[in-house]
């Protein structure tokens, strides 16, 4: 049995990421272990589970927004809070025990209760319209927040003084508190009457009893509760370990004790940043990486030599050509979350160069930022380095005209109309990341590490990439250019943009680096791993 060990983490707390349908998502839910349970779980090469750690009252609906909904697994919290059902539920916030006289009043975004014309309660959605939490309120201050599980119930509640949090409450199936986390402190408090929690076993279940009643924080809890459900694994299953800082507190006395992969994935764990992880890699069995680069930066930082180390790419490539072909207008994606100001300042400066010798060019600039006001930002911010250098400022931001002649009036001025050619790509979730680059004609990643999906999307897209360093998906000179003086660009978008034999070669080359990149060979990698591993 292959188990993984996600980190589906809300800001490093025990906690899922489930928000409300009508708050803007502000960060992507793929990381390298959604793929990985995708790729097993449609290939079927290999029995797995996944351990899941953190409390996720909405657990169904993440596995069916991720395509993986049947995937098998095992819930830290279910244990603790001795949930049996396994199946979500239809359940309204009509059915709840309301007082008498509630008036419900039905907004665009929540449902609000009112008592006697003083608001009592705010009733919160999540995408799929069920309810996730209702909102408690006395003296118009927050009192309480239930959060419930798409199973049906109450999972857990925030007890607020003030609008400040004081404990929160992890409950049984029937609504008794099975735990208590204070806020101030951490502490965890387990209620002596029920002091117990289950194993599950192949749809048997075990009931043990917690070894202390007050635990310093919830990490050691769930600490107990995990090393327990591992007595029912066996020597030769394999564990695949997220790596991150709340999976270390949780495992870290379990690396070494079984057969274990550890999963690096861009910057979520930096051993410069938590250097107590270089035991669990000395530990560890073998270590995945989501790139060479995320590689060769682990080599460097541990002291000793690391051997047992793969990357496998958490992204598989698909050929889909796109339709960028198709369009009149030639497409630019230009990324620029961690470009430093002054590289983002020349970098500007040469692509208005560029379009301004090309009139069917278009610069596209792609951030996952989802910050509501950051495209006016950025495009004020690019349009005063265009005027800065002697740009028409109307390439960016289009000129609002008042007409103050009459309606039968002519006005025989022509107006100099300058087009606008820069554009803000704002894309959150991988799947707005893949439908904006089927448009794209060429990409411009000047970051210092170049966007991984990005690159991906590339190859399969087959589209060229302008890049700072070469890399194992940009081969220089066939699908792309290693573009280190920014004064290149120009020349460097012209040799596929003023040439469709040369895009059609980088094509070819995109093509061809694609093929290392497909399910089979990702599966093929993992294969050669769990064989090491079982040796």
Sequence with gaps: MLYFVPAWYQKNKWKESEQNWHTRRMHTEFDDTVKQVQMFYRNGMRDFKILLLSHTPNFRHFLHRQG????????????????????????????????????????????????????????????????IEVSMYLNGNLSRRNIYDDRGF????????????VYTDYLTEKGTTKLREYADTGRVEINESIN?????????????????????????????VFEAHLESTEDEDIFCVAMHELNYLALKRFIGKKKCILSFYGDRYRIKNHPEGKEMVEKGGYVITDSEATTRYLKREMD????????????????????SQQLTVQKILVPVDDLPAERFKILMEQLATYISTN??????????????????????????????????????????IEDDTAENEIDEEVLDEVPVRFFIEQCVDELSVSKCIREQRIMVDMQHNPDLFLQINCISSAIPQLVRRETQYMLNG??????????????????????????????????????????????????????????
């Design 68 to 131: 993986v909904f049947h995937a098998p697994y095992w819930s830290c919290f279910d244990c603790i809070q001795e949930i049996t059902r396994r199946k979500a539920v239809v359940f309204s916030f009509h059915n709840l025990a309301w007082p008498p006289h509630i008036e419900f009043v039905y907004t665009p975004f929540v449902v609000v209760a009112y008592l006697e014309n003083v608001k009592y309660a705010e009733i919160n959605f999540g995408e799929a319209g069920n309810p």
């Design 154 to 165: 109450v999972s857990s509640t925030e007890v607020y003084d003030n609008g400040r949090i």
């Design 196 to 224: 117990t929690y289950l194993l599950a076993n192949d749809g048997k279940f075990e009931t043990r009893e917690f070894k202390k009643l007050y635990y310093e924080d919830l990490a050691e809890v769930i600490m107990e």
């Design 304 to 323: 000793e030599e690391v051997e047992n180390i793969i990357d496998i790419s958490p992204y598989d490539s698909r050929m889909d050509f796109g339709i």
């Design 359 to 400: 009139e069917n060019a278009m610069v596209h600039i792609f951030t996952r930022n989802a910050a509501y006001d950051l495209p006016d930002k950025l495009l004020a911010s690019i349009a005063d380095i265009l005027v800065a250098a002697g740009f028409d400022r109307r390439m960016v931001i289009p000129e609002i």
């Design 478 to 535: 066939g699908n792309g250019f290693v573009v280190t003086d920014f004064e290149q660009i120009p020349a460097a978008l012209d040799y596929f943009l003023g040439s469709l034999y040369n895009w059609n070669q980088a094509k070819v080359y995109a093509y061809e680096i694609g093929q290392k990149y497909t399910t089979k060979k990702l599966l093929e990698k993992w294969k050669d791993v769990m064989q090491t591993l079982e040796s």
